[in-house]
């Protein structure tokens, strides 16, 4: 059975950081493209970043380039999310996924985790 866990959320002021950590099990987990992805109430989910199975390739939400930076350890089945320069409209529920197939920023990865808050405070 396929396991994904967030952890390394919480609550940060405005132009901290944060780190997310996102372990898998259950899978091969360098043969699976994985992302982050974010929902904020009442908002849809949208993609934050994601990485290619072996990640030499990344892509990134407009609103994120150049303050997260997403990166694997294979050897270590993780994945995470280095979160600098947040801001307040970074509040959401981060959610890690993982498929074979490389959606990007598309939320149709096959396997989810349940997410880890991150709110940032003014």
């Known amino acids: 059975q396929v396991q994904v866990v967030e952890s390394g959320g919480g609550l940060v002021q405005a132009g901290g950081s944060l780190r997310l950590s996102c372990t898998a099990i259950?899978?091969?987990?360098?043969?699976?493209?994985l992302g982050w992805f974010r929902q904020a109430p009442g908002k849809e989910r949208e993609g934050v970043a994601c990485?290619?199975?072996?990640?030499?390739?990344?892509y990134y939400a407009e609103s994120v380039k150049g303050r997260f930076t997403i990166s694997r350890d294979n050897a270590k089945n993780t994945l995470y999310l280095q979160m600098n320069s947040l801001k307040p409209e970074d509040t959401a529920m981060y959610y890690c996924?993982?498929?074979?197939?490389?959606?990007?920023?598309?939320?149709?990865?096959?396997?989810w985790g349940r997410g880890i808050q991150v709110a940032v405070s003014s």
């Open positions: 990485i290619s199975w072996s990640g030499t390739s990344t």
């Open positions: 259950g899978l091969s987990f360098d043969d699976y493209a």
């Open positions: 996924a993982a498929d074979r197939i490389d959606w990007v920023l598309l939320p149709k990865y096959t396997y």
